[in-house]
């Protein structure tokens, strides 16, 4: 098939974090300090992936404030004629180091919000004072007139919250916000029970969200993620495998979509080993799930398949154990109805513990 080039890079530059949020989707295991690609192996990345065509880089962990030559990162993708977007948790950040990183030619900033109060936020990210450091930050960036997201994960312990957060990026002046149900991947996936939204609470979402479009159009762009285990359709991830972003974990390993490497049986080449346009173009793993030859079905014969790609391969690989399965979200999976039963059961569970994520 005719592959287009990749107009997106996430960077995850660290899986280290001062937050411990127990709907993380990074891997279970984490890379370590030691194992983390040194300053100059970034660099000539983030010119390989100028050279095949990336235009947006997206610099993220973990915390990447914890990597101290972030700014001469951002300097590096900027020299590279990239658009760099820091996403963060803020916790790290000082007014100073701002300006530094703003001189480095840093674009745009993506902060995350674990809730919209001092104890909610506190709560999900595990981490006390973070919610007031948020806030803080949010003050530096607006005085900047650096381009601001907001960007909120909500679940069953604080979906109730979406109003207030849309009110919130309003008052931080963002341009967008993004409202991303959880999804189920990594350690988000061990707190699936504690996690899963009502189908009430999802179907709420999407009314807000509706609705915040249309009374905020040309003031705030509302991105949104909806809870597919409700929905009877699967997301349309990755816009396709392999076919408009990629990912370079911290250790140098270069996949296709976040969590490609909870699926057995794919090996994944590194950035410091093989050239990018090599692995993008010609990569055994990168070729396993693009265009529709590898499908199943009911898949191989669906009128929508070139519309959703039969949905997420991580979160077939989770539910199905086949990542070549239809993802158990679409209406049209054999396992679709077991899936809508675990969710039902998990919603008449009484109070489920988080469990935090730590280093």
């Known amino acids: 098939m005719n592959t287009p080039a990749p107009i997106a ?19 279970v295991a984490l890379t370590q300090k030691a194992q983390e690609l040194p300053t100059e192996v970034w660099v000539s990345a983030f010119q390989q992936a100028a050279e095949l065509g990336v235009l947006q880089l997206h610099l993220s962990g973990g915390e990447p404030l914890a990597r101290h030559d972030l700014s001469d990162l951002i300097a590096a993708a900027r020299d590279a004629g990239l658009y760099t977007n820091l996403i963060t948790s803020a916790i790290g950040l000082t007014e100073k180091r701002l300006k530094t990183l703003e001189d480095a030619g840093l ?33 530096w960036v607006r005085a900047a007139g650096i381009p601001l997201t907001l960007n909120t994960v909500l679940h069953r312990k604080n979906l109730h919250q979406l109003p207030r957060a849309i009110e919130m990026a309003l008052e931080m002046e963002a341009r967008r916000i993004e409202v991303a149900i959880v999804q189920f991947h990594g350690w988000a996936l061990d707190n699936r029970a504690a996690l899963m939204p009502t189908k009430e609470q999802a179907d709420e979402a999407t009314r807000l969200v509706i609705k915040a479009r249309g009374t905020y159009k040309g003031r705030l762009v509302l991105d949104y993620v909806p809870a597919d285990y409700h ?29 490609a490497q909870t699926i057995p049986g794919l090996t994944f080449q590194r950035i410091d080993d093989t050239p990018l346009r090599d692995i993008w173009y010609d990569d055994p793993a990168f070729n396993a799930y693009r265009g529709d030859n590898w499908m199943q079905e009911p898949c191989k014969s669906c009128e929508f398949k070139k519309r959703d790609f039969g949905g997420c391969r991580c979160q077939a690989m989770a539910i199905a154990g086949d990542a070549a399965a239809t993802d158990p979200t679409c209406q049209k999976s054999p396992l679709n109805v077991q899936l809508q039963n675990l969710t039902n059961h998990t919603q008449n569970e009484d109070e489920i513990e988080l469990t935090y994520r730590k280093m």
């Not at 809730?115 to 949010?138: L, N, V």
């Open 9 to 27: 890079m996430l960077a995850e530059l660290t899986h280290r974090c001062p937050l411990a949020c127990p709907y993380c989707s990074n891997p």
């Open 107 to 139: 674009d745009h900033i993506q902060l995350s919000l674990q809730g919209t109060d001092t104890e909610m936020a506190d709560y999900i990210g595990g981490y006390k004072g973070g919610f007031a450091r948020k806030m803080q930050a949010a003050a």
């Open 231 to 259: 929905t009877g359709v699967p997301k349309r991830c990755m816009g396709g495998w392999g076919m408009v972003g990629l990912n370079i974990a911290p250790d140098g390993q270069v996949l296709p979509c976040h969590a």
